[in-house]
């Protein structure tokens, strides 16, 4: 099947970019379905020209799209050049880096092993490392499992980066953690986004479950759901589909591709995905842990995590978090809009930026993936603009 494509100069900003295609996908199989939603015809044309105008204000070189909801992919589209040299056209299945998005992933699979009574969530963390400890901890105030899920255990972002050539490959878990593991702050004193702290997360659900934490997710993750194009390592043929990251230089008026990179927090978001593999994950999300008849986390678990934790660190998130509203729930930024929940994550790595939203009450969502730098601020306005079009749309 072939689809016309416009090509544009990406060196133009002023120029519009239009959709290299609008497919819509079927949320478990990720095949093209014979009809097209009816709604799709209204949102592209709503939504296009938000897209053209994110690309340019953003300066990203392409972005791909999908819109649910209830169990459905409403929308799903490509826009611009996923790799501008090659002026390779960017579409619902091209690949990019999800970044920590994937945090909501690893959650579910500790919660997981919360409802096998492995721990509970008020545990002091340290009472369940044997190999190690973290290290600076106040006795008054240990880290519990709590506080590793709101990003107000003390402990440091971290990243530790590798270039994705070199031959130094990221040591293993309990290494990494039994030479990193150390509070940089008092727990429970202000929100430090911290990668290490869902390292360790990814530690303790091999530590209960006794497999492998990329075999884990695989096994009750990714397969539950038919996400069969997100991988911790792209199979050749997600690499041929995979997004170029790319910096823009303001002087030069062009866009430079950036390194590659792998790095020892790698259970924090170092894993490659598709916006349908995506949009599975978002549907599984507004069906509360549940997805085609499977539940993945009970409708306890579900309700833990989508509710607010500390309010008294909420406005320590207000820069970009959709609105002043935002809390952590567990991993989830929650944020109420019309007097309805909001949950949403992003994922940043340089040269790849994603946002994901999804509304509870109206069980519409929206996930975009780009291989723009550090384009948040552009991804959440157009967000918001994406369930409005979403909610007309679909009335």
């Known amino acids: 099947m072939i689809f016309p494509i416009k090509r544009f100069n990406l060196k133009k900003p002023a120029e519009k970019v239009w959709p290299v295609l609008i497919l819509v996908f079927s949320a478990l199989s990720g095949s093209v379905v014979a009809a097209q939603d009816p709604a799709a015809d209204l949102l592209a044309a709503k939504l296009t ?25 409403v929308w799903s589209a490509g826009f611009g050049y996923s790799n501008v040299w090659a002026k390779t056209p960017a579409g619902p299945d091209t690949v990019y880096l999800i ?23 008020d545990d002091k963390v340290n009472d369940y490392l044997t190999d190690f400890k973290i290290r600076g901890e106040r006795s008054s105030r240990p880290v519990t499992f709590r506080h590793l899920l709101t990003h107000t255990s003390g402990l440091p ?55 492998p934490f990329k075999t884990y997710i695989q096994d009750q993750i990714f397969k539950p759901l038919g996400q069969r194009n997100t991988a911790f390592e792209p ?46 994950w978002l549907i599984l999300n507004l069906n509360r842990g549940e997805f085609k008849g499977s539940r993945l986390i009970s409708e306890a678990s579900f309700r833990l995590m989508m509710t ?15 609105n002043k509203t935002s809390c952590y729930g567990l991993t989830w930024c929650l944020s109420e809009l019309n007097g309805e929940t909001l949950f949403a994550h992003s994922g940043s790595i340089n040269g790849y930026t994603g946002f994901l939203v999804g509304n509870l009450d109206r069980k519409t969502g929206f996930v975009v993936l780009t291989n723009g730098h550090q384009a948040h601020a552009h991804l959440y306005k157009l967000a918001l603009k994406a369930l409005d079009a979403l909610e007309t749309a679909t009335r």
Do not use: C
């Open 99 to 121: 970044g920590s998005i994937f945090k909501t992933v690893s959650t579910y699979a500790l919660l997981q092993q919360m409802e096998l009574g492995k721990f509970r969530l």
């Open 49 to 73: 020209p938000e897209v053209q105008k994110m690309l340019n204000s953003g300066k990203i070189p392409s972005a791909a799209l999908a819109l649910v909801k209830d169990d459905r992919i």
């Open 308 to 322: 607010r934790q500390y309010e008294q660190f909420n406005q320590q998130l207000v820069g970009g978090w959709l």
């Open 235 to 280: 199979r050749p043929d997600m690499v041929e589909r995979l997004a170029i990251p790319y910096m823009y230089n303001r002087w030069s008026r062009k866009y430079a591709a950036v390194e590659l990179k792998k790095a020892d927090v790698w259970p924090a978001g170092m894993v490659y995905g598709t916006v349908q593999d995506l949009a599975a």
């Open 157 to 211: 972002t971290d990243f530790g980066p590798h270039p994705i050539w070199s031959e130094e490959a990221p040591p293993a878990l309990d290494e990494y953690l039994a030479k990193s593991l150390r509070l940089q702050r008092p727990t429970l004193t202000r929100v430090i986004y911290s990668n290490i702290a869902y390292t360790l997360i990814a530690y303790l659900v091999e530590k209960m479950s006794g497999l």
